[in-house]
């Protein structure tokens, strides 16, 4: 679902994670993460509400259950409970748990091919950023530089990008939970993904703290709506966005590289790590949907992959619209940077 989730555009045509007022495919994600209102008939809405325990919190995940909890106004100083909603914003998502159960089966799915998912298990248990994400005086340093309207935006796109990453770890870590009996592999890696997200979330998070701020994840947790798709649209969305999480940081690395006078906050300088991160979860996907070649090969399933193509790029380019003072204070311009996003992806 990729921090700064690409998270999916099921937003905008739908709500589109990489990835707010309908919540999260897990992860819309890239940059600021994206989120998408489901068509109807991405939305099975005869479908028993499906609910789901996390930490201690349950969380009701019909495609149009809400839940919410009042703030408290005991709140520490400085915490944000979250950030305004609105079509783009990153939102939380949920699934059909028993179809995920149904499909990666190895006793009903004999044929079920598991060798590209071990080989994916060995990458994932080596985790190649287990020391990568740790800070030093730079961070609190170039906050404190930052100010006028570059410093609100900045603390948007922190907000926005750790909303969207967390998102991607709450569903990643139930589908973990859920498919430990039935595929351990894939159980186990959706919980290494999730572990990847909630450090990436995380490292967001105590960015935000440099500005004096910080969101409150726990609530976010029990407050933010839940938006329901059926497994084949989360293969689909979250593919994506994990693969255009990949380019949008890398891009902005290798810029910020040879562009150093633009090198505004040393977070930055993380993307080139961090960017693998996304991209081996871009090739899990992949290998989830070639494991189930019926959501790659038919005349229908070609044209919804269309669909997501179209949805996710477009919301991106809409959400970095919105935001092109961010791109110009770190040198990009924000129409060459997306079209060379949607090139590399292809």
Not at 293 to 315: E, H, I, M
Request: glycine share 6%; hydrophobic share 35%; with cysteine.
């Amino acid at each position: 679902m990729p921090a700064m989730a690409a998270h999916s555009l099921l937003d905008l045509a739908l709500p589109l994670r990489l990835g707010t007022s309908d919540s999260s495919l897990s992860s819309c994600r890239t940059l600021g993460g994206y989120g998408f209102r489901p068509l109807p008939s991405m939305v099975n809405r005869e479908k028993r509400a499906c609910s789901y325990s996390h930490g201690g919190v349950k969380a009701a995940a019909a495609s149009e259950t809400v839940v919410k909890e009042k703030p408290k106004n005991n709140k520490k100083k400085g915490a944000k409970e979250g950030i305004k909603e609105s079509l783009l914003t990153p939102r939380f998502y949920t699934t059909d748990f028993d179809e995920m159960e149904m499909l990666f089966n190895t006793e009903i799915n004999k044929n079920l091919d598991q060798s590209e998912f071990k080989a994916l298990l060995a990458e994932f248990k080596t985790d190649y950023n287990q020391t990568h994400f740790i800070r030093n005086p730079e961070f609190k340093e170039a906050a404190d530089k930052m100010q006028g309207p570059l410093r609100q935006i900045f603390v948007e796109f922190l907000e926005r990008s750790c909303t969207a990453e967390f998102s991607g770890f709450l569903l990643y870590k139930e589908l973990g939970r859920r498919l430990k009996k039935t595929n351990p592999v894939v159980a186990e890696i959706f919980s290494l993904m999730s572990r990847d997200e909630a450090r990436h979330a995380g490292f967001l998070n105590k960015g935000l703290s440099d500005f004096n701020l910080a969101l409150d994840l726990g609530f976010l947790t029990k407050a933010r709506k839940y938006t329901f798709f059926k497994p084949k649209f989360i293969f689909y969305a979250t593919y994506l966005s994990e693969k255009i999480g990949y380019w949008r940081y890398i891009t902005i690395y290798r810029h910020l590289r040879e562009n150093p006078e633009y090198q505004v906050y040393p977070i930055f300088k993380y993307f080139e790590n961090w960017c693998q991160d996304e991209n081996r979860h871009g090739d899990f996907f992949s290998a989830l949907m070639k494991a189930q070649p019926q959501f790659l090969n038919d005349w229908k399933a070609k044209l919804w992959s269309r669909f997501f193509c179209l949805s996710v790029y477009v919301t991106m380019y809409l959400n970095d619209c919105q935001r092109t003072a961010f791109y110009e204070g770190i040198g990009l311009n924000t129409k060459e940077f997306d079209m060379h996003v949607i090139i590399e992806v292809g």
